[in-house]
């Protein structure tokens, strides 16, 4: 008797440690490594980062969604790491001076430069801006959206130049959202991503 006492005494914390874990991982908060560059200036290659599964999904956030069966091409548990644009019912307007209009206000960009928001934002979609009428278009869903639709996000990667993001592929739905993004208190960038969170 005193040996299974003994046992269970060291038994039972490892299973309520893993249990309690596996809970915080599953629902709360888990660790993720960036891979690539779609983030960059302010998430690099192989960064580490938490995301944070409870935090509700606001306009510039930084979040990680299943991209599996959303861009072309991808495999499943395949995930990105993009900003938030456009919640559902926002209407988005990107001007040729790197502008961004969401629902008639000019919302500021200060995370990425000036060239970021013209050349790198516009390069690979018009010169002359973009609306989600124009970008959905160019999906070929068969349908021409004007706003964000209801349960579903517009996304960019901050490094637009090279970032395969909602421009080309469309909405992300709420159901691909995995969590906000978290950066470490001593990350440099900290600022552009967790007073966005």
């Given amino acids: 008797m005193k040996i299974i006492k003994s ?3 060291w038994i039972l914390p490892i299973a ?4 309690l874990a596996l809970f915080l991982k599953t629902y709360i908060i888990s660790p993720v490594r960036v ?32 991209a599996y069966k959303l861009a072309p091409d991808t495999q499943p548990n395949t995930d990105f790491v993009k900003r938030v644009i456009g919640v559902p019912g926002d209407k988005i307007v990107y001007t040729k001076t790197g502008h961004l209009y969401v629902n008639g206000k000019y919302i500021q960009q200060p995370f990425i430069s000036h060239q970021q928001q013209t050349t790198g934002t516009l390069s690979n979609v018009d010169d002359n801006g973009f609306n989600l ?3 959905s278009k160019k999906w070929r869903k068969g349908q021409q959206n004007a706003v964000v639709p209801k349960g579903e996000y517009f996304v960019m990667g901050d490094n637009r130049n090279i970032s395969y993001d909602s421009r080309y592929w469309g909405f992300v739905p709420k159901s691909h959202m995995e969590g906000v993004v978290y950066t470490f208190p001593w990350d440099s960038k900290r600022d552009e991503i967790n007073s966005y969170a």
């Fill in 35 to 66: 891979d690539g560059d779609s983030m960059m200036p302010n998430l690099q290659n192989n960064e580490h980062v938490v995301i944070l599964k409870t935090r509700p999904i606001k306009r510039l956030s930084v979040v990680v969604f299943n």
């Fill in 7 to 9: 046992i269970f005494s």
């Fill in 133 to 135: 009428s124009i970008l």
């Fill in 16 to 19: 309520i440690g893993l249990g």
